[in-house]
Every structure is written in structure tokens, then in C-alpha cells.
């Protein structure tokens, strides 16, 4: 944030109003992300320290929207197929079948697809975070990563196949767009913040933190994770098992 | 990194909380050289990797070395936050870790050459003061690689 930066006094700093994740603006931009990387390294040659801060003139490159198009909306409705598996599971495994055909076309057209940072098949990480959902640590899902650790690297792997796999659909969904699809209808969502509870009413304080401020964006928390607070104090307690 | 006014006012509430103490001294460099005949390199604290190299722990000190000839289909991210996501480094890394920027601005002769060797971290977790020792350790790094400018680059 320029706000954090001007407090920090760095000597040579650009500061870009790109979205996070994107420091050089847009993917695909070749020409603008050399605009910004030639604009901070320029910074160099000045003498007019000991603090500079400049800032960089224009927003990034947004894909232009069809004309008369609306909003982006996932038109993809979800329906969970019956099965022996706690329900949150077995939506999201449907969600995951309904969008690789989107997912296909997305790689298809861009050609990448990294292999998933944690190791872990997306079955693999559902199920895992179903059973933490359910109050059990999932160890069978681990493969040899810290509890946190293949949470994490899992939570963002999938994550990241989603918002893919909607970016293979027609239209030209918005970044922002695609978070909020993310976060308010996928059920994925919801298994994340299920297994963030879990996390959350730890009596172990780095789960905890975990828990309220690593796995669902603070703006979504009152909707998906309603009565934990991401700053410390107290926690709901865990609702007793009705088995 | 975007607008405060860009994001939701909770996250602005929490990133404006965040402590962020100004040097106890003034760092400052003069110019020395003119871009033109510098070697630079990218230190990226976007938590990228090799596809062989461990992945980062949330709470990470350490830095994995990414040599300048490193195929974009051969890294990896394993920085996580809710707060950004990964499609656009998967579509074009140079959005995250712009190498081939890099490379365009020496072949034009923009600047002088580019490092062999660029390096990354996880940017998050830590204090600024316990990176210290690290980034000691990559400065002395760079200077054997002849780097005389590097390009801090954020996620």
C-alpha cells in the first residue's frame, strides 16, 4: 500500500495501482509490464533521495468486455449427486466434474497448467477438508506436509482451478468478479471456511490465526464463517456432536 | 500495490494496522552508474520456486535461487493469501517475475546485462527484522554474481 510504503520512508520505491498478484499489471501485457519494470528500475539513475517515492501514471490493461454485456455470472447451477460422503464433499466434488470442461478450455487457449503446488489431487484435498470440516485432522490426506502446510498449498491450488476454469467460459469475467463467484456460490468455498473452523476453535494459538485470517478473505467471513472475529478474543464453541 | 480505496474497508483496516517503521537510518545510494551498464537482477517476494525445489512454509526465512535461463512452465508459487490469486502467474509469469522483461530491456540495451541467477522469498509471515540475516546473505550473493541493481519485486 503506498500509505505503508510512505511510512516505511524506502529510498527508491514505484508504486503501482495493479491489483495483488499482479505487480506489473496484467498478464499477457508484454509491453506494459515492460513499461513498469523499465519506470521502477529508471528510479535508479536518480539522485534526488534520500526517500523517492513515484508513482506509476496508469491503471493495468483490463480485457475489454463484450459489448452490451452485463456482469459476468457463472451459469453453471450445482447439483450435489447422492452419495455416502458428508454433503459440503459431495457438492464440491460435483462442482469440480461441472467445471473441467471449462477448466480443459481454459488451459486449451492458454496453454499453461502448472502441476499443484501441494502434491495433492483435488479429491484428495476435499475429502481432507470435509474431514476437518467434520472435527477429524484428515491425516490420510496429508502426504508428509504439516497439517497447515498441505491445508494451504491445497486450499490455493483448487482455488486457483476454479477461478480458471471460469475464466475458460464465454464472457470476460472481472477479477473481482471471479472472487466474489468464488467466495458467495461455490461450495468450495464453503469447505474451506468449514475446515477454518476447525482451525479456528483450536486451543492451539497458531491454529487459530490460521484459522481466522489465512483461509477466507475478511470481507467473506461474516457470510462463511459467522461469529469468528479475525482479530483475537473469543470464539464460539464448538457446537456439540449430535451423534 | 492497489488503491487503499480499492479494496474492502476491513482489509484497509488491517493493512493500514500493519507496523511499518521507517529505517532507523537513510539507506540511500547515490547513482553511480547509468542503467545502461548495470547488471540486474529480480528479487521476487512472491514466494516462486522451481517445481523440484521445496515448496515455502508460511512462515519461511529461507530464499530459493531461480537461474535467469529457468522456463516459466518450470516454477511454481507456493506464497498463498486469499487476498490475490494465482491465475495471472500461471497465464504469464512476468506479471509476477518479469524475466523476459528483463532480458527485452538488455537486448535493447536499456540496461547492461541480466544477472544469471534471481532469487525468491515468501513475503509474509515474518517482521521485517528477521529477514535481515538472509538478505545478507543474498546481497553477498548477488555481489559475486556482479549484480549492481535488483529489482525488489512484490506479489
Known amino acids: 500500500m503506498r500509505e505503508n510504503t510512505e511510512r516505511m520512508q524506502l ?3 514505484l508504486w503501482v495501482p495493479f491489483e495483488l498478484g499482479r505487480p506489473f499489471g496484467a498478464p499477457g ?5 515492460r513499461r513498469v519494470l523499465h519506470a521502477a528500475l529508471a528510479l535508479l539513475e536518480r539522485d534526488d533521495g534520500p526517500v523517492i517515492l513515484e508513482d506509476f501514471p496508469d491503471d493495468a490493461p483490463v480485457a475489454p468486455t463484450a459489448e452490451g454485456a452485463e456482469g459476468w455470472s457463472c451459469p453453471i447451477s450445482f447439483h450435489p449427486p447422492e452419495g455416502g460422503e458428508p454433503e459440503l464433499v459431495r457438492e464440491t466434488l460435483a462442482e469440480i466434474e461441472r467445471l473441467a470442461p471449462w477448466h480443459e478450455i481454459y488451459v486449451a487457449e492458454r496453454g499453461r497448467a502448472a502441476p499443484p503446488a501441494s ?7 476435499i475429502r481432507g477438508l470435509g474431514a476437518l470440516a467434520a472435527g477429524a485432522p484428515a491425516s490420510e490426506a496429508c502426504r508428509n506436509l504439516p497439517l497447515q502446510e498441505w491445508v494451504r498449498l491445497g486450499c490455493e491450488d483448487v482455488r486457483t482451478w476454479y477461478l480458471e476454469a471460469a475464466q475458460g467460459q464465454p464472457g470476460r469475467a472481472q477479477s473481482f468478479e471471479l472472487q466474489d463467484w ?6 468450495f468455498a464453503r469447505l474451506i471456511a468449514g475446515a477454518a473452523m476447525y482451525f479456528a476453535r483450536s486451543a492451539d494459538g497458531r491454529q487459530q490465526m490460521f484459522g481466522r485470517r489465512a483461509m477466507v478473505p475478511r470481507v467473506y467471513m461474516r457470510q462463511l464463517m459467522p461469529g469468528v472475529d479475525p482479530s483475537p478474543g473469543d470464539l464460539p464453541s464448538r457446537p456439540r456432536s449430535s451423534a | 500495490m492497489v488503491r487503499l480505496s480499492d ?10 494496522s500493519k507496523v511499518c517503521l521507517p529505517f532507523d537510518s537513510r539507506p540511500w545510494v547515490a547513482a553511480a552508474a ?4 548495470r547488471r540486474v537482477a529480480i528479487v521476487t517476494s512472491a514466494g516462486l520456486h522451481r517445481v523440484g525445489d521445496p515448496a515455502f512454509t508460511t512462515v519461511d526465512l529461507s530464499y530459493r535461487v531461480i ?4 522456463p516459466a512452465h518450470a516454477l511454481t508459487m507456493t506464497h498463498s493469501s486469499v487476498h490475490f490469486d494465482r491465475t495471472g502467474f500461471r497465464e504469464d509469469v512476468n506479471v509476477v517475475f518479469p524475466i523476459d522483461r528483463l532480458h527485452e530491456l538488455a537486448s535493447e540495451g536499456v540496461i547492461g546485462s541480466v544477472a544469471d541467477y ?3 522469498l515468501m513475503g509474509a509471515g515474518w517482521p521485517p527484522s528477521a529477514i535481515e540475516p538472509t538478505m545478507r546473505e543474498l546481497a553477498a550473493r548477488l555481489r559475486e554474481d556482479e549484480v549492481d541493481a535488483v529489482c525488489l519485486a512484490p506479489v
Open chain 1, 182 to 187: 468464488f467466495w458467495r456460490q461455490t461450495a
Open chain 1, 29 to 33: 501485457e508484454p509491453d506494459f509490464q
Open chain 1, 119 to 125: 502434491g495433492m489431487t483435488h479429491q484428495e484435498v
Open chain 1, 11 to 13: 529510498p527508491r520505491f
Open chain 2, 118 to 120: 534471481h532469487y525468491s
Open chain 2, 7 to 16: 479494496i474492502p474497508t476491513e482489509e484497509a483496516v488491517h493493512v493500514l
Open chain 2, 34 to 37: 547509468p542503467l545502461s551498464t
Open chain 2, 67 to 70: 537461474p535467469a535461463s529457468t
